[in-house]
T-cell receptor, first 111, second 114 residues
Framework: AQTVTQSQPEMSVQEAETVTLSCTYDTSENNYYLFWYKQPPSRQMILVIRQEAYKQQNATENRFSVNFQKAAKSFSLKISDSQLGDTAMYFC????????FGAGTRLTVKP | DTGVSQNPRHKITKRGQNVTFRCDPISEHNRLYWYRQTLGQGPEFLTYFQNEAQLEKSRLLSDRFSAERPKGSFSTLEIQRTEQGDSAMYLCAGSSGGARETQYFGPGTRLLVL
């Protein structure tokens, strides 16, 4: 069974600095997708970034980028130039057959 | 805004009552998923539809839970004889295309069973 582990329940970062959220997963599949979703307080979950396992190049979306290490089954999210609006729960998710989510990391951006 | 809506946003009910939630994805979403999220946890898969067909159900979906998507558009999730342990956020998500396309989430229905 696929499992997703986010080992950092809470993190904080100063505004304008960089922070990295970690995620590891366990699977025997070779073809899968990985996602980072953001869930702001009392608001709906939105997609931050997506990575296809067959692509070696790390995905990037503006200030958000990932470090995908397939052999290590690691998928970390780097947020550059953190903004107050980045404060949210961040969920790492693995999609092989069904979608599995990690327990989340609560990120607080401090002014 | 993902375009996926859910109603009601909040529901308080007494133990033993039945509740029904509705999810309206956008028209392009041929796949529709239901998840349950408890406090401090990530969403857990419950079931999904491809068009009107319910293709997979999690072991979490007890026989008190039933979901439908009668015309392949909106979907309903009903919980019969609610229990306090059913208290959670119920999320739906839609996707278009194949099985590994990105899922777009609705705002959720927060259920509190007293």
């Amino acid at each position: 069974a696929q499992t997703v582990t986010q080992s950092q329940p809470e993190m904080s970062v100063q505004e304008a600095e960089t922070v990295t959220l970690s995620c590891t997963y366990d699977t025997s599949e070779n073809n899968y997708y990985l996602f980072w979703y953001k869930q702001p307080p009392s608001r709906q979950m939105i997609l931050v970034i997506r990575q296809e396992a067959y692509k070696q190049q790390n995905a990037t979306e503006n200030r958000f980028s990932v470090n995908f290490q397939k052999a290590a089954k690691s998928f970390s999210l780097k947020i550059s130039d953190s903004q107050l609006g980045d404060t949210a729960m961040y969920f790492c998710a693995f999609m092989g057959g069904d979608m599995r989510f990690g327990a989340g990391t609560r990120l607080t951006v401090k002014p | 805004d993902t375009g996926v809506s859910q109603n009601p946003r909040h529901k308080i009910t007494k133990r033993g009552q039945n509740v029904t939630f509705r999810c309206d994805p956008i028209s392009e979403h041929n796949r529709l998923y239901w998840y349950r999220q408890t406090l401090g946890q990530g969403p857990e898969f419950l079931t999904y539809f491809q068009n009107e067909a319910q293709l997979e159900k999690s072991r979490l979906l007890s026989d008190r839970f039933s979901a439908e998507r009668p015309k392949g558009s909106f979907s309903t999730l009903e919980i019969q004889r609610t229990e306090q342990g059913d208290s959670a956020m119920y999320l739906c998500a839609g996707s278009s295309g194949g099985a590994r396309e990105t899922q777009y989430f609705g705002p959720g229905t927060r259920l509190l069973v007293l």
